[in-house]
C-alpha cells in the first residue's frame, strides 16, 4: 500500500512562504506523477501543480504561477512544494497526490493515491 504524508502547513503572514513536502512510502513512484491539490472551505479542491517524476516537467494552476515551485527528490522519495507571496485566498487544505500522469493530476481524475492533507493559512 502507497502512502503519502503531507507535512510543513502552518500559519502565515500575507507575503510570506511556507515549504510543503510530500514523502512517499510503501513502493517507489517511478511511474507516477506527483502533485499537490488545494480545498478552501465551501470550496471544491483545486488543481495547483504537478511533476512528472522521471523529468522536471512541471504544470502550474494560474493562480500560483510565478509564486509557487514543486520540485522532487527522487532519492529520498519526496516531493516539495515551495510557496512564496502567500496571499489570503491562498488559505486551504493542501493534498498531495500521485496518478499515472501529468495530465492526470491536471484533470484531477483519476489520481490514485491522496495524501491526508495539511492546512495553510494565510493571515492579512
Known amino acids: 500500500q502507497v502512502q503519502l504524508v503531507e507535512s510543513g502547513g502552518g500559519l502565515v503572514q500575507v507575503g510570506g512562504s511556507l515549504r510543503l513536502s510530500c514523502a512517499v512510502s510503501?513502493?517507489?513512484?517511478?511511474?507516477?506523477?506527483m502533485g499537490w491539490f488545494r480545498q478552501a472551505p465551501g470550496k471544491e479542491r483545486q488543481f495547483v501543480a504537478a511533476?512528472?517524476?522521471?523529468?522536471?516537467?512541471?504544470v502550474y494552476a494560474d493562480s500560483v504561477k510565478g509564486r509557487f515551485s514543486l520540485s522532487r527528490d527522487s532519492s529520498k522519495n519526496t516531493v516539495t512544494l515551495q510557496m512564496n507571496s502567500l496571499k489570503p485566498e491562498d488559505t486551504a487544505a493542501y493534498y498531495c497526490?500521485?496518478?499515472?500522469?501529468?495530465?492526470?493530476?491536471?484533470?484531477?481524475?483519476?489520481?490514485?493515491?491522496w495524501g491526508q492533507g495539511t492546512l495553510v493559512t494565510v493571515s492579512s
Open positions: 497526490a500521485a496518478a499515472y500522469s501529468v495530465g492526470t493530476i491536471v484533470a484531477g481524475t483519476g489520481v490514485d493515491y
Open positions: 511533476i512528472a517524476w522521471s523529468s522536471d516537467y512541471t
Open positions: 510503501g513502493r517507489t513512484l517511478r511511474s507516477y506523477a
